[in-house]
C-alpha cells in the first residue's frame, strides 16, 4: 500500500497493490480503518486541520459548489 499526505487539508491518499485508490479526508470517520491510516490521521489531522477543512466545505456550500452534506 502506498500513503501520501497531500494539499494543506492533509488528505490521505492510499493506492493498494492493485491500483485502487482511495481519499480519507479530516471530517471522515477512520476508526474501522487500518492502523497504518488510523495513525497517519492522529498524526496528520490536527484540530487546526480539522477546523480549516471545514471551514473550506463551508465556503464552498455558501458559493453554491458543494452539496449541503447536513441534509
Known amino acids: 500500500m502506498e500513503y501520501e499526505i497531500l494539499s494543506e487539508y492533509k488528505h490521505i ?3 493498494d ?3 485502487h485508490k482511495a481519499i480519507y479526508t479530516p471530517d471522515m470517520d477512520v476508526s474501522g ?3 497504518e491510516i488510523q495513525d ?3 498524526e496528520h489531522w490536527t484540530q487546526e ?10 465556503s464552498e456550500h455558501n458559493f453554491g459548489i ?3 452534506w447536513s441534509e
Not at 49 to 58: F, L, N
Open 13 to 15: 491518499n492510499t493506492t
Open 40 to 42: 497517519l490521521a492522529d
Open 33 to 35: 480503518e487500518s492502523q
Open 49 to 58: 486541520v480539522k477546523d480549516a477543512w471545514e471551514a473550506k466545505k463551508e
Open 17 to 19: 497493490e492493485n491500483g
Open 66 to 68: 458543494a452539496p449541503d
